[in-house]
């Protein structure tokens, strides 16, 4: 039985130009402390990291503390679970995402990658691996990572949710939308 529907915080929802106070850079191939806020100006691109007392704020209007996020692209499906007995952070909720992703393919995950898009993953692994932060030869020695499986549509573009009170789905794209100064 799913719960009530909540109205998320607009950091987490995808982006609108009437409704969200600013964009939120958000690429789910790097750690959470690189999340900024981006606006165009005529000085160019206006990057803000985003704070801790942005982060630390609720995810919801309710207290909420388990939600699902499904993700499904190709024959990859993953389920993503965010639970905080004190009520989930927007943090809480962007920790998660990244750490779904961060996670090295399975023999059963690496067995559902068709044999022609091998190499447009590889390509994916080692563009990732170049842009880490640290040591490239680390995360080489790692293998492939579910976030390689998204070639290149790493970019978080907000949750929806298609059933009132259900499941919420993430929402990824390779490209950055344009917003007017």
Same mark, same amino acid.
């Given at each position: 039985?799913?719960?009530?529907?909540?109205?998320?915080?607009?950091?987490?929802?995808?982006?609108?130009?009437?409704?969200?106070?600013?964009?939120?850079?958000?690429?789910?191939?790097?750690?959470?402390?690189?999340?900024?806020?981006?606006?165009?100006?005529?000085?160019?691109?206006?990057?803000?990291?985003?704070?801790?007392? %942005?982060?630390?704020?609720?995810?919801?209007?309710?207290?909420?503390?388990?939600?699902?996020?499904?993700?499904?692209?190709?024959?990859?499906?993953?389920?993503?679970?965010?639970?905080?007995?004190?009520?989930?952070?927007?943090? %809480?909720?962007?920790?998660?995402?990244?750490?779904?992703?961060?996670?090295?393919?399975?023999?059963?995950?690496?067995?559902?990658?068709?044999?022609?898009?091998?190499?447009?993953?590889?390509?994916?692994?080692?563009?990732?691996?170049?842009?880490?932060?640290?040591?490239?030869?680390?995360?080489?020695?790692?293998?492939?990572?579910?976030?390689?499986?998204?070639?290149?549509?790493?970019?978080?573009?907000?949750?929806?949710?298609?059933?009132?009170?259900?499941?919420?789905?993430?929402?990824?794209?390779?490209?950055?939308?344009?917003?007017?100064?």
């Amino acid at each position: 039985m799913k719960g009530p529907a909540l109205n998320l915080h607009w950091k987490l929802l995808p982006y609108h130009p009437n409704r969200s106070k600013r964009f939120v850079h958000f690429d789910v191939a790097f750690p959470t402390h690189d999340i900024e806020f981006r606006q165009n100006s005529s000085y160019g691109v206006q990057r803000t990291s985003l704070s801790d007392a %942005d982060l630390d704020k609720s995810a919801a209007d309710e207290k909420l503390v388990k939600m699902t996020i499904n993700f499904q692209r190709g024959p990859f499906e993953w389920d993503i679970d965010v639970k905080r007995d004190k009520g989930i952070r927007i943090r %809480d909720v962007f920790e998660a995402i990244y750490a779904a992703f961060n996670v090295p393919l399975t023999p059963h995950e690496k067995g559902l990658i068709p044999h022609h898009r091998r190499a447009a993953y590889e390509e994916a692994f080692r563009l990732r691996c170049k842009l880490a932060p640290g040591l490239p030869i680390v995360e080489q020695r790692q293998g492939w990572k579910r976030v390689d499986m998204l070639l290149h549509e790493t970019l978080f573009r907000g949750l929806t949710q298609p059933k009132s009170g259900g499941d919420w789905v993430l929402n990824l794209s390779g490209s950055v939308p344009v917003s007017q100064p």
